[in-house]
């Protein structure tokens, strides 16, 4: 009997060990504490992420956001490579702490967390060639008007429902749509703001636009799910800082320059200064 309770207390034992052991596992804010390191996830697309091809680094506007996170926690950043796709799956792993300029979707939010507070706004919005007057959806939706898009993206679902009477032409990436309009072979093409300031950037023709009604989504960070809210709570602190202070328009703004771009030509991030 004492051999079958003692072989029972150490089955218990082992049970129960991997549970204490994930329950003493640190949490996002002490990890990055204890490792002096905060570790983020990046993504080929620009301008949130670029790596150059020539020296292998990474910059882009969550870069530089992170960069200002990681000083105000007296920590280095580390940048860990990904895929848009697997940005989640990375987190939920633990391969890094946190990426910035992560949609909140409804899918998303069933496996990791995000913050509450926006890091910035961004719109729907169109590059027209130069000539062709948008100032709404309206304007835009005219028989004999092609808009390009990216096959399969959110601006390609958008646009199918929104534009009844325009062509809608499909691309499979940024680039073969920018060659389109800068061929003349659409006459807008449809993504949201940021993207469109970095092909506005390399064709220097045409106009960014936000017709209205504007269509207004804000972006934030995810991170793994757990109890200990405190790198959450830290996050919603920095980004309400960012925001509040233009901050983070003056980083984006840092970052368009060096593509020969003026922020001043293309839409804020802060969503109240978009009427201006």
Not at 69 to 77: E, F, I, N, R, S
Not at 246 to 265: D, F, I, N, P, T
Request: include cysteine; charged fraction near 25%.
């Amino acid at each position: 009997m004492q051999r079958c309770l003692a072989a029972l207390g150490l089955a218990t034992a082992l049970a129960a060990a991997p549970l204490a052991a994930h329950a003493q596992a640190p949490s996002t804010m002490e990890q990055i504490k204890q490792s002096g390191v905060m570790r983020i996830g990046v993504a080929p697309g620009d301008p949130y992420y670029f790596k150059d091809p020539a020296t292998g680094q990474w910059t882009g506007l969550g870069v530089l956001i992170a960069e200002e996170v990681a000083k105000d926690l007296g920590v280095k950043v580390q940048t860990v490579e990904t895929t848009w796709g697997n940005a989640v799956a990375g987190l939920q792993a633990g391969q890094m702490d946190v990426m910035f300029i992560l949609d909140a979707t409804e899918e998303r939010k069933k496996a990791a967390d995000f913050t509450d507070e926006p890091l910035f706004w961004y719109a729907q919005g169109v590059l027209v060639r130069d000539g062709l007057s948008v100032k709404t959806w309206d304007d835009l939706d005219q028989s004999g008007t092609r808009v390009g898009v990216g096959l399969g993206t959110a601006p390609d679902r958008d646009l199918t429902k929104r534009l009844q009477n325009a062509t809608i032409e499909r691309f499979g990436n940024n680039d073969e749509a920018v060659a389109a309009l800068f061929a003349r072979r659409v006459d807008a093409i449809g993504f949201y703001t940021p993207v469109l300031a970095v092909a506005y950037s390399r064709i220097k023709k045409g106009e960014i636009v936000i017709p209205s009604p504007v269509v207004a989504l804000s972006t934030s960070a995810g991170m793994r799910k757990q109890e200990d809210q405190a790198f959450k709570e830290y996050l919603d602190g920095e980004f309400r800082k960012l925001y509040e202070s233009g901050r983070v328009q003056e980083l984006y703004a840092q970052y368009l320059k060096g593509k020969g771009v003026e922020a001043s030509s293309t839409p804020s991030l802060i969503k109240e200064q978009w009427a201006q």
